[in-house]
């Protein structure tokens, strides 16, 4: 599998049993659906965010991604209120990228682990749409 940010390989992670996939690049990761909550809860569980925080940040603004486990339009998305974390979700799969240095925060921070607080990021299809328009001009 390729990090659908900037396409380097992808290798797979364990920590208790539990794979994930991270780039050997830029250190984002991957979660397929319920690993990411499943790891949260587990202590210690940020050491598998062993990226750069600074690298992570940069990755952040790339945000119009397609899932690299079945190809649909990743859609970003925040934790509502609290918008340093902002991660991608398939809508089809369900799985998720975090850039580095994200899972690490989300960890340290208990208040935005809660199931439902995370909606799709406000202003992004404007966004995108704009951009595009841009583009054709
Ligand atoms: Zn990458
Ligand atoms: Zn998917």
Redesign the pocket.
């Known amino acids: 599998m390729n990090c659908p940010k900037c396409f380097s390989s992808m290798v797979k992670v364990l920590f208790e049993g539990v794979e994930v996939d991270r780039c050997v690049d830029c250190h984002g990761l991957w979660f397929d659906v319920s690993e990411r909550e499943d790891l949260v809860k587990r202590r210690a569980s940020e050491a598998i965010d062993n990226g750069d925080a600074q690298l992570g940040s940069e990755f952040n603004r790339v945000n119009f991604i397609?899932?690299?486990?079945?190809?649909?339009q990743?859609m970003p998305m925040v934790a509502r209120g609290r918008p340093r974390i902002e991660f991608e979700q398939?809508?089809?799969?369900?799985?998720s990228f975090f850039d580095a240095s994200e899972f690490r925060f989300l960890k340290q921070h208990p208040s935005i682990r809660l199931p439902g607080v995370y909606i799709k990021m406000p202003g992004w299809i404007h966004h995108r749409a704009s951009s595009l328009s841009r583009a054709a001009t």
């Open positions: 397609f899932c690299p486990r079945c190809g649909s990743m398939c809508t089809i799969c369900a799985g």
